[in-house]
């Protein structure tokens, strides 16, 4: 059992969760990710790792309660536990395996929305510890939904908070922020983004168009087993089928097939609203109220 040391709602659609697990947190690196269990008939859920802590031995999760499992997993308190924690799992972030001094001479840009915030820190943080300057992008829909930004701000050189109505840092996209940027003169070698799966799509479009060399995405499409067996990760990459639970998670932003990694996703969503039907509604849901297709 995993043991949650702490559990706190860092925004309205986003919680954080400190867990114990000191195998997890002895070997991961940044870009990797874990999936947890609740209990032993629960689903299987992939999560970024969002911090670590080797010598207290805990990892740092941040999820938003999208499906039936992430909702349950936002009911947990204190002291509850997870049944199973499985991981690190994927590859680490290609720029972890670069040469630092490299990395030094580069000019890098990480872009993070929404919940993405929280992959993205890990790197950032990584980069600070070894003397490489980062800038950092991040969007949310209004300011109560930016996530980790003192952070942020406190690993970053310098950090731009975007907000979709305004309401705090830029008025709009991270895609207009980082045209923004490139007006005002800047100009990056490496854009790392990571967040929906529309975001990276246009982000790397604009990367593409701003004559960035380089777009690093991280792929987080529907997960089963998450070592490569089941299947259900398959994502298209210059034209070769991948599987972003051992290939990546992160892949090439410029050769990745966002449209059909896009319509997969939907196809599960049918699936995954019958699971919050259920939920819901307990044993008083049937699966045939003529509604939510669990009749089919
Ligand atoms: P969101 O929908 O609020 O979007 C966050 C930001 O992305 C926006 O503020 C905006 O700046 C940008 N964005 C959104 N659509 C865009 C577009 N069409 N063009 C340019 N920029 C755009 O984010 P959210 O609700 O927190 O997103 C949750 C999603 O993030 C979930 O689907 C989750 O699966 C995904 N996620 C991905 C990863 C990953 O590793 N890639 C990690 C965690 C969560
Ligand atoms: Fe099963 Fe990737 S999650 S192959």
């Not at 490299?102 to 820190?121: H, M, R, S």
């Not at 705090?168 to 990056?188: H, P, S």
């Not at 599987?243 to 992160?250: I, L, Q, S």
Request: proline fraction near 4%; charged fraction near 25%.
């Amino acid at each position: 059992m995993y043991k949650i040391l702490k559990a706190e709602k860092l925004s309205a659609t986003n919680y954080l969760m400190v867990v114990e697990a000191p195998r997890v947190a002895a070997h991961c690196e940044p870009g990797q990710f874990i999936i947890v269990k609740l209990d032993e008939k629960g689903e299987r859920i992939p999560l970024t790792i969002c911090d670590y802590d080797r010598e207290a031995g805990t990892i740092t999760i941040v999820f938003q309660p999208i499906g039936a499992s992430t909702q349950r997993f936002a009911a947990l308190k204190e002291g509850d536990s997870f049944r199973d924690f499985t991981g690190p799992l994927g590859c680490p972030s290609e720029l972890i395996e670069e040469d630092v001094e490299e990395l030094k001479k580069k000019n890098i840009l990480f872009i993070g929305g929404g919940v993405g915030a929280a992959p993205v820190y890990p790197q950032v943080k990584w980069m600070k510890e070894h003397g490489v300057d980062v800038d950092v992008i991040i969007g949310a829909k209004n300011k109560d939904l930016l996530i980790l930004e003192d952070e942020m701000k406190a690993v970053a050189a310098n950090y731009y908070p975007c907000t979709d109505d305004g309401s705090y840092g830029y008025n709009g996209m991270v895609t207009g922020k980082l045209e923004e940027l490139a007006a005002e003169g800047k100009q990056y070698d490496i854009c790392v983004i990571i967040g929906p799966m529309i975001m990276m799509k246009f982000g790397a479009l604009t990367a593409k168009k701003l004559g960035i060399p380089k777009a690093i995405v991280s792929m987080n499409p529907i997960m089963v087993d998450g070592t490569g067996m089941c299947g259900a990760c398959r994502l298209l990459v210059g034209g070769e089928v991948k599987f972003a639970c051992v290939d990546g998670p992160e892949f090439d932003g410029y050769k990745v097939d966002f449209d059909s990694a896009m319509k997969r996703q939907q196809m599960y969503k049918d699936e995954e609203q019958r699971e919050i039907l259920k939920l819901q509604e307990g044993d008083t849901h049937h699966g045939g109220c003529g509604q939510c297709g669990g009749d089919e």
